[in-house]
């Protein structure tokens, strides 16, 4: 806000508030804390029925594995798991990597190699379920 | 006093007599409290279960290539270090999960006490041990 004269003139449309909220001190958004929030909430479920489907798959057979993925809701479980966890891992390493790699050159080169190592992780275990369930 | 260091240690008292200033104990000679520790292990088991997820993704990987790269996962999975990695990882994902909802209940600024968190302190080491114990019974059954 500036004032010419006694007439105050308003420069912005946005609030103090709204160009501070989602863009703090960090240059980030709550949007890191909200998504490792939501998929830990969703992993709470996966990760009790992923003990369940583990314990069924003791001793078993290739084609026992083919069996169980490729009915639509294992698979479907499956591949949500897959997702969450993977997002939930990179989160999550990324602030230990924020928190303990110090400089900033070997900080983003550890960042860029966690996502990229996540990303990778996860689409082999798509494609995996994915042939599992569909083409072999 | 040798040490010009050590003349930052030396103060007078009331009675304008010299004394060594007190020294609080080293950091390490602290005893660590139960939340702090357990803290560290929600930390150490996230990190660990990341490299859980390479066995999850061979296991995927295995099973979508071959019988014989199934046959080998399996192989060792029911050798006495993949019994040993499955009994580890097992604690180690219940005690994140367990640890992680006392902290989604934290985020949503409940049990903040610190007569609750006491109390959940050791809500949580008994919830993970518990079914820790009783998955791996469940699994030997089943085996």
Redesign the interface.
Known sequence: MASSGDTPRVDTLRSPLGRARGLGAARAGSGHWWAQ?LT??A??PL??WF?CGM??M???S?QD??TW?SSPLPMVLMLALIVA??HH?QL??QV?IEDYVPGQGSRLVSLLLLKGACIL?AL??I???L??AFGM | MTDARDALMVARNTDGKLVRRPLSPHAMDYRWPLAGLLSGTHRITGLALGVGTLLMTWWLVAAASSDSAFAAVQWFLSSWLGILCLCGWTWTLYQHLFSGIRHLAWNAVYGFEKAEYRVTNWAVIAASGACTVITLIVGFVVW
């Open positions: 929030n830990s909430i992993l709470v990760s009790l003990i314990i069924r003791i001793g078993a290739r594995v083919v993925l966890t993977f891992l999550g390493v230990v992780l082999l275990c494609v995996s379920v042939r599992l």
